[in-house]
T-cell receptor, first 110, second 115 residues
Framework: QKEVEQNSGPLSVPEGAIASLNCTYS??????FFWYRQYSGKSPELIMS????GDKEDGRFTAQLNKASQYVSLLIRDSQPSDSATYLC??????????FGAGTRLFVKA | GAVVSQHPSWVICKSGTSVKIECRSL??????MFWYRQFPKQSLMLMAT?????????EQGVEKDKFLINHASLTLSTLTVTSAHPEDSSFYIC???????????FGQGTRLTVV
């Protein structure tokens, strides 16, 4: 079992819709959870971090964490073509190195 | 957020030569830096973890004699690709963390092409 799993996609949504990205992780001791966005040919940039169960909202982005289910998600409201990118879920396990998922490619159609 | 600067952003070198890539944390001290490699349309692959003042920890399958990592100060880590070959052509990215439980801040990445 992979430590951090994501659906590779591509996930295609129309402009203005909600994009839902999901991620599961294997280590129950994980403490910190992150979502990064990576445009083609660029390095990842942090868009959300979440540390406790529940929802965390920042503008059009909402991160959701459920530690009991070992599940973290990212919702993007009012999706824009500029949101088209690969989204990486990352989990910091027990204070050691951060583990990245393989990423989900998102396409927002104008 | 914290700023990590990576240099150069791209480099072309001849097969058999060595290339050095620098990763600097500009506004914080990074006790730990990470080096990743990413091939086109593939995920990030962690190569090694670099701790200031000690030897780097390499991931399985990564040749430590080929990919030399030096973390001489709290703000600088370098990756040297020795005797580069065309199959080493890739996107190399560094990241730094302020402490072990915070987010990773990435450098801009270095696109290496070996001809």
């Amino acid at each position: 079992q992979k430590e951090v799993e994501q659906n590779s996609g591509p996930l295609s949504v129309p402009e203005g819709a909600i994009a839902s990205l999901n991620c599961t992780y294997s280590d129950r001791g994980s403490q910190s959870f992150f979502w990064y966005r990576q445009y083609s040919g660029k390095s990842p940039e942090l868009i959300m971090s979440i540390y406790s169960n529940g929802d965390k909202e920042d503008g059009r982005f909402t991160a959701q964490l459920n530690k009991a289910s070992q599940y973290v998600s990212l919702l993007i409201r009012d999706s824009q073509p500029s949101d088209s990118a690969t989204y990486l879920c990352a989990v910091n396990m027990r204070g050691f190195k951060t583990i990245f998922g393989a990423g989900t490619r998102l396409f927002v159609k104008a | 957020g914290a700023v990590v600067s990576q240099h150069p952003s791209w480099v072309i070198c001849k097969s058999g030569t060595s290339v050095k890539i620098e990763c600097r944390s500009l506004d914080f001290q990074a006790t730990t830096m990470f080096w990743y490699r990413q091939f086109p349309k593939q995920s990030l692959m962690l190569m090694a973890t670099s701790n200031e003042g000690s030897k780097a920890t390499y991931e399985q399958g990564v040749e430590k004699d080929k990919f030399l990592i030096n973390h001489a100060s709290l703000t600088l880590s370098t990756l040297t690709v020795t005797s580069a070959h065309p199959e080493d052509s890739s996107f190399y990215i560094c990241s730094a963390e302020t402490s072990m439980n915070t987010e990773a801040f990435f450098g801009q990445g270095t696109r290496l092409t070996v001809v």
